[in-house]
């Protein structure tokens, strides 16, 4: 097999399994594993402690454009976000700052100043990036590109556990509320808006085991470098 550094891009809606299967993907292929979505969940948290409106596109777009985000792996084997030289990585991953950044992802003044990022911190190659929009924004010529699925009953137990894992508690029906608004806030937002790429490869993850998505996954991504 050659030793091409190649862009995978990995989209799709909240719960579908993008985060593990990405972080499992990543060690696998040997790459590096970018999570665009924790960028905005950083500016989001920043907004928060700053006392900026999350209906304030200017003053969010600042605060994206000003920050220094950044991942690290630490020794516990996961990559880490870093807001300003602090790490941050639990604090983004409540439902509060979950919905505000799927708000604030919809503003063009955030977008704008997080994309150049993004593509510097992808565009070597030797990555596995996940998101909403890398494979039809960030790197549309990305040389593999997957939308992972899952039926919402599924992505809110998903969540439910991943919630419960952090010591939040909610009842079923609230977190499958909170998947379907952001499902909605996601498809429907004007700027750059979630959906499958024309030559993304869909898998639905919702009788599958991460295992088995990984598989597949690396599967097809060897054989592109194979052929790059």
Do not use: C
């Amino acid at each position: 097999m050659k030793n091409d550094k190649l862009i995978v891009a990995i989209d799709g809606p909240a719960g579908s399994g993008k985060s593990t299967v990405t972080h499992l993907l990543a060690h696998k292929l040997g790459y590096v594993h970018i999570d665009t979505g924790a960028l905005y969940r950083a500016v989001a948290l920043r907004a928060k402690e700053s006392g900026v409106s999350f209906d304030d596109p200017v003053g969010l777009g600042k605060i994206a454009a000003a920050s220094k985000l950044e991942f690290q792996w630490l020794d516990d084997d996961r990559n880490h976000v870093f807001l300003d030289g602090r790490n941050v990585s639990l604090l983004i991953r409540t439902p509060e700052i979950s919905m505000a950044a799927s708000k604030i992802s919809a503003y063009p003044e955030v977008r704008d100043a997080l994309l150049g990022l993004q593509r510097r911190m992808g565009g070597q190659g030797g990555v596995v990036l996940e998101g909403r929009d890398i494979g039809t924004v960030v790197f549309p010529n990305a040389h593999a590109k997957f939308f992972l699925t899952a039926s919402v009953d599924s992505r809110a137990r998903r969540r439910a556990v991943e919630l419960e894992e952090k010591g939040v508690y909610l009842d079923f029906e609230e977190v499958k509320k909170q998947v379907i608004e952001r499902d909605r806030g996601d498809t429907e937002r004007k700027v750059a808006p979630l959906r499958k790429a024309a030559d993304a490869i869909e898998v639905d993850t919702t009788q599958m085991t991460i295992e088995q998505v990984v598989a597949k996954l690396v599967g097809i991504v060897q054989g592109k470098m194979q052929k790059s």
